[in-house]
């Protein structure tokens, strides 16, 4: 009982409302009230948005295939940098092994917006990336990383989410039974094919648990595109598109507006979270069978 009320009182009812300011009106200043009764909702802004979304030339159109190409990119970053290190710690021992987890939950101990702002400092025109670039002669003038990049964002984001990756990652390698890899080396097998064999299928799970973790507020993440870009908008991302829009006060229709994609973008990322857990599932049955 105490999770139902939880769940209700701090997800359910908020997301409620948040679809009932999408199809409400606007009050007398002007600003998006919620209907709560649903048969008297106004679709006219989820129409509005969808429209935009599918339509070539559509507002939100190319800001969401950015988005998706990001969050995409920014992924495959986290899984080829995440893997390696879950595996090296997962394959440690005592106090080694104490030592790296303490280094990997060590970012959450500081703010995520500071860490942004560290990398500000650090990839502008005379921050230390440029000035060792150009000692080993890659670069001949600074590089303008902060001007609308999008390799900048990719990497701001790779690097943000990464720690969060690794961590269930390092879980679902940490329980595979060690005799099964004792086996596959007393039947043959090398070190790489026992990789491939035996703890990359029984990882799987892991790596997508840690791939579910940060796709989702990959998607919605609005701060790093806008402070490693400077606020350019040829690097916005969806969601600093709903946050011009739910900041609006000049036109009434905005906030609606951005409520109604807060909820598309929320249905978008249940289908990925479905997945994941239809996946589980699976493969649960599977290993009990």
Not at 159 to 167: A, M, Q, R, T, W
Request: charged share 10%.
């Amino acid at each position: 009982m105490p999770g139902v009320v939880w769940l209700l009182a701090l997800f359910v009812v908020p997301f409620y409302t948040l679809v009932s300011m999408a199809g409400g009106a606007l009050g007398p200043t002007g600003n998006a009230v919620p209907e709560w009764n649903p048969a008297f909702w106004d679709r006219a802004s989820y129409g509005y948005v969808v429209e935009q979304l599918v339509s070539t030339g559509g507002v939100y159109r190319t800001v969401f295939l950015r988005t998706l190409f990001y969050v995409a990119s920014s992924v495959v970053l986290c899984v080829v940098i995440g893997y390696p290190v879950a595996y090296h710690v997962a394959r440690q021992r005592g106090r080694r092994r104490a030592v790296m987890l303490g280094l990997l939950v060590l970012p959450f101990w500081i703010s995520y917006l500071m860490r942004m702002l560290a990398w500000v400092g650090l990839l502008n025109e005379e921050g230390l990336v440029n000035r060792f670039l150009q000692s080993v002669g890659l670069l001949q003038d600074p590089y303008p990383w902060l001007e609308g990049r999008s390799v900048t964002v990719i990497l701001g984001l790779a690097y943000g989410y990464v720690p969060f990756f690794i961590l269930p990652l390092y879980a679902a390698l940490d329980r595979i039974n060690a005799s099964l890899l004792e086996a596959a080396w007393d039947l043959g097998a090398s070190s790489f094919g026992t990789f491939r064999r035996v703890t990359l299928p029984l990882s799987k799970q892991g790596v997508l648990a840690g791939i579910a973790i940060i796709m989702l507020p990959m998607f919605g993440d609005f701060y790093t595109a806008y402070l490693l870009s400077n606020g350019r908008s040829s690097t916005a991302m969806i969601g600093n598109a709903i946050q011009g829009l739910l900041l609006d006060s000049t036109f009434g229709y905005a906030q609606a507006r951005g409520a109604a994609l807060v909820t598309l973008l929320a249905v978008f990322v249940s289908v990925l979270t479905l997945y994941y857990i239809v996946s589980t599932a699976r493969s649960t049955r599977e290993a009990a069978r």
